[in-house]
Nanobody, 124 residues
């Protein structure tokens, strides 16, 4: 049974930082490209960024480029989302997702496995 479990969300002031983690189990983690998505109230789920299964350069949405960094540690079956210079508009539930592919996919429907999400709230 594949499980992805996010952690690290919380309340932070504008300009602050948070680091989200997503731990995978029940899968060969290094075979899966991983994505981070977010969903704010009343909005559709959107791509934040992704990293291919062996690591390497990540891909980011324009809205977070230069502020967010994705990394992964395949030895620990974990992918990270470092979020700096947070803005109130970054407030959302953040999800990690996995897909058995070498590609970084931006379409949420392409991902087979999802975590339960973690709330990030940025106050102004």
């Amino acid at each position: 049974q594949v499980q992805l479990v996010e952690s690290g969300g919380g309340l932070v002031q504008s300009g602050g930082s948070l680091r989200l983690s997503c731990a995978g189990s029940g899968l060969t983690f290094s075979d899966y490209s991983m994505g981070w998505f977010r969903q704010a109230p009343g909005k559709e789920r959107e791509f934040v960024g992704g990293v291919s299964r062996r690591g390497g350069p990540a891909k980011y949405a324009d809205s977070v480029k230069g502020r967010f960094t994705i990394s992964r540690d395949n030895a620990k079956n974990t992918v990270f989302l470092q979020m700096n210079s947070l803005k109130p508009e970054d407030t959302a539930v953040y999800y990690c997702a996995g897909r058995y592919t070498p590609l970084i996919l931006t379409d949420s429907q392409a991902y087979a496995y999802w975590g339960q999400g973690t709330q990030v709230t940025v106050s102004s």
